[in-house]
């Protein structure tokens, strides 16, 4: 088989589902990267792989090439891609096509009433519902978005990002903790959706209540010098340290030290990577329910802990609840661990892709993808969950595996 994956760029959430899928497909495998990494990305810490991978085409330099790749391969995935240049010829020729997307109302499901939104999404979507074009849901609120636009109809996978997936010896990360502080992480910009302002209220709630702890915020951005004030202002500066920006391997390191993780991102965070691999460090996870790969990887009380976005009574409330209760911390932290290493993984993922698109090439081109869907996990069926019930959706789940 002929799979070809085109995205904008490859990253570290994407290099592990590559290098799984080059294991199983060898030079059947390629990955066309639409434009080079951005400046950005790369201060970050960010690693430009436009070089180092077998398997990595790209496409603003050998235009040709990607373009029959696109064409004559047996399966493509199209994401983070201009609709015209690179997926329409592929469409309007009739072969199959996996389309993997985030959201497309971040901002708020009202925009689906737009009628120039609506042209757009009508061109690049709606009119290859009843196509052999499927779509994978890179987080649980994807569907409920194309729903809206009647896109996909019986049509849509579970899928996500699938960063490096750490074989580690559970026993000692569970033992990792410094004897009498807790200790909880917060990684990533400090942008307004990611809210870093949060952390810090939690820090400034658990010292009010006489908790020993530390928290250690890893990254930076425009809000950078509002985060220090606030943090002087509340007199938390022995109490939370400001990191910088760190490799993603340093992150990682971080998180395997770490007992909480605090996610704290609204609906603008598509995936939020970050916390797969909290998960694989066997953090106890306390995660935003707005974020996408929140529905997907977290079952709330069983392997890891949800608040209500803008709830930051509920936020700090749960906080206290891992703060106070060390064998909680560990058994969230244990169900974490084995949720990645079991099921939410790139070998995982990729066996499933490759499985999936050996049944439609043989003919399996059903509409409801329940009869081609895996149980539970990566290529599974989605729910289509409202964003204003998702909270209350993964409460009643977490309060049905308590009982």
Not at 66 to 78: G, H, P
Not at 113 to 133: A, M, N
Not at 285 to 313: C, D, Y
Request: hydrophobic letters at 35%; aromatic letters at 10%; proline letters at 3%.
């Amino acid at each position: 088989m002929k799979l070809t994956f085109v995205s904008n760029y490859i990253n570290h959430h994407q290099i592990p589902v590559s290098n799984e899928l080059y294991r199983l497909l060898g030079e059947g495998y390629h990955f066309i990267q639409t434009e080079p990494v951005e400046e950005e990305r790369l201060q970050m810490g960010w690693q430009d792989e436009s070089a180092s991978r077998p398997y990595l085409k790209l496409f603003y330099e050998q235009p040709v090439e990607c373009k029959r790749l696109i064409m004559e391969s047996d399966m493509v995935i199209f994401g983070g891609t201009d609709e015209e240049s690179y997926i329409k010829p592929r469409l309007e020729a009739g072969k199959i096509v996996l389309r993997y997307s985030e959201r497309i109302y971040k901002s708020g499901q009202w925009k689906a009433v737009s009628p120039r939104g609506l042209k757009k999404k009508y061109e690049d979507h709606i009119r290859y519902r009843k196509k052999s074009v499927y779509l994978l849901c890179a987080g649980g609120y994807v569907a409920s978005d194309f729903h809206l636009v009647r896109a996909y109809p019986g049509k849509m996978f579970k899928w996500g990002y699938f960063p490096e997936t750490r074989h580690l010896d559970k026993e000692s990360l569970l033992e990792k903790h410094r004897e009498g502080v807790v200790s909880l992480l917060w990684a990533g910009r400090f942008i307004d959706w990611k809210h870093p302002e949060l952390p810090v209220l939690v820090a400034e709630y658990l010292k009010q209540r006489g908790y020993a702890f530390h928290l250690s915020m890893i990254g930076g951005g425009e809000m950078e010098e509002e985060i220090r004030g606030l943090i002087a202002e509340r007199k938390l500066d022995q109490e939370v340290t400001l990191c910088g920006y760190l490799k993603p391997a340093q992150v990682r390191e971080r998180m395997e030290q770490a007992e909480i993780y605090l996610f704290t991102s609204d609906y603008k965070e598509g995936w939020g990577a970050v916390l797969n691999e909290a998960m694989n460090s066997a953090c106890a996870v306390l995660a935003s329910h707005a974020i996408g790969a929140a529905p997907f990887l977290l079952r709330h009380g069983s392997n890891g802990m949800v608040f209500e976005s803008g709830n930051v009574k509920d936020l700090c409330e749960k906080a206290e609840r891992l703060a106070r209760n060390a064998a909680e911390r560990r058994k969230l932290g244990e169900a974490a661990y084995d949720t990645i290493l079991k099921e939410w993984n790139a070998e995982k993922a990729a066996d499933r892709l490759v499985e999936i698109a050996e049944k439609l090439l043989a003919g399996r081109n059903v509409k409801e993808t329940g009869r081609l869907a895996f149980k539970s996990g990566p290529l599974s069926a989605v729910e289509v969950i409202a964003p204003g019930k998702m909270y209350r959706h993964l409460m009643h789940e977490g309060e049905q595996q308590e009982e």
